[in-house]
């Protein structure tokens, strides 16, 4: 009989990745922070009615770059 190799979770792929490369997450948690400050920089954006004025007026990507940062230096350290 032949031998399966048992299937890799979700889980185990991204903790395999950032235990082996941990400063890439960090490296996307800057760059969402980098895509909120040209967001909030461009003044016809913060006042346009669609979808990119409504990110720019509540900093989602500030939010969302602090939390990649903060879980990847934790997953980081963790493996």
Known sequence: MARRTPKKDLLDVISDYVAYHKGVPVLVGVGLAVVGLVLTLVP???????????????????????????????AGDAL
């Open 44 to 74: 016809a954006l913060r006042a346009s009615a669609g979808m990119l004025g409504w990110l720019a007026r509540n900093h989602l990507f500030l939010y969302l770059s602090v939390i990649v940062g903060l879980l990847s230096i934790l």
